[in-house]
């Protein structure tokens, strides 16, 4: 069933911008196998759950980056759910899996409940911390046309949410990350991310002034 799955999943990232393509889904399979693994209660959790999550929790985001939808991962689950139907999944899968994807975007609201849609939140969200997380602003930040830097718009005059800039996005998103990791095994790898990326904020600031 995965690999039906999987098959269907990559045809919905076929132009799909860098930050966001095939390429992060199979990253974030990655990371929820490390996680799997590392889970004190990793008997107990539906690892199949979990594997169909992560490449259906994205196939929304193409069309959301084009306008045609508002929110991704409302539609995915939708999508996901039309998708495991047609592959003979179960009732039970199919809204487990369709609440993991509902649940895993950073700006909707909508928490997750299991620790299936945990282990997803958590994987992706660290996909977006450390030297991958820092490629990722700066691809994204380049598809959509926003500044590198903008000295006009400091950090701490930036009341936008996402931040104006791809440095202000750094500091307005990805180093709050470690903070909204949902498991223990999570927050460890992304405390290691984070510093690294805190590191590379300060190495920015100082080049901006001259003196490093």
């Given at each position: 069933?995965?690999?039906?799955?999987?098959?269907?999943?990559?045809?919905?990232?076929?132009?799909?911008?860098?930050?966001?393509?095939?390429?992060?889904?199979?990253?974030?399979?990655?990371?929820?196998?490390?996680?799997?693994?590392?889970?004190?209660?990793?008997?107990?959790?539906?690892?199949?759950?979990?594997?169909?999550?992560?490449?259906?929790?994205?196939?929304?985001?193409?069309?959301?980056?084009?306008?045609?939808?508002?929110?991704?991962?409302?539609?995915?689950?939708?999508?996901?759910?039309?998708?495991?139907?047609?592959?003979?999944?179960?009732?039970?899968?199919?809204?487990?899996?369709?609440?993991?994807?509902?649940?895993?975007?950073?700006?909707?609201?909508?928490?997750p409940e299991t620790l299936e849609a945990k282990l997803l939140?958590?994987?992706?969200?660290?996909d977006a911390l450390g030297a991958v997380g820092i490629a990722?602003?700066?691809?994204?930040?380049?598809?959509?046309?926003?500044?590198?830097?903008?000295?006009?718009?400091?950090?701490?005059?930036?009341?936008?949410?996402?931040?104006?800039?791809?440095?202000?996005?750094?500091?307005?998103?990805?180093l709050d990350l470690p903070d909204r990791m949902y498991t223990?095994?999570?927050?460890?790898?992304?405390?290691?991310?984070?510093?690294?990326?805190?590191?590379?904020?300060?190495?920015?600031?100082?080049?901006?002034?001259?003196?490093?």
């Amino acid at each position: 069933m995965l690999e039906a799955v999987r098959t269907q999943a990559r045809s919905y990232f076929d132009d799909a911008p860098p930050a966001h393509d095939w390429h992060h889904v199979r990253r974030v399979e990655t990371l929820a196998e490390t996680l799997l693994e590392r889970h004190p209660q990793s008997a107990s959790i539906d690892r199949r759950v979990v594997r169909l999550a992560v490449v259906l929790h994205d196939i929304g985001r193409e069309r959301e980056d084009r306008g045609e939808i508002d929110d991704h991962a409302i539609w995915g689950s939708q999508e996901a759910g039309r998708i495991l139907k047609g592959v003979g999944a179960d009732a039970e899968t199919i809204e487990h899996v369709q609440h993991c994807v509902r649940s895993h975007r950073y700006s909707n609201e909508i928490d997750p409940e299991t620790l299936e849609a945990k282990l997803l939140c958590d994987a992706d969200n660290l996909d977006a911390l450390g030297a991958v997380g820092i490629a990722r602003v700066f691809a994204h930040g380049g598809a959509l046309g926003t500044s590198l830097y903008d000295p006009e718009v400091p950090v701490a005059d930036d009341d936008t949410s996402a931040g104006q800039t791809q440095y202000n996005h750094l500091h307005k998103k990805i180093l709050d990350l470690p903070d909204r990791m949902y498991t223990d095994v999570g927050r460890a790898v992304a405390e290691r991310r984070g510093r690294f990326v805190r590191e590379y904020t300060e190495q920015f600031a100082g080049e901006l002034t001259g003196e490093r």
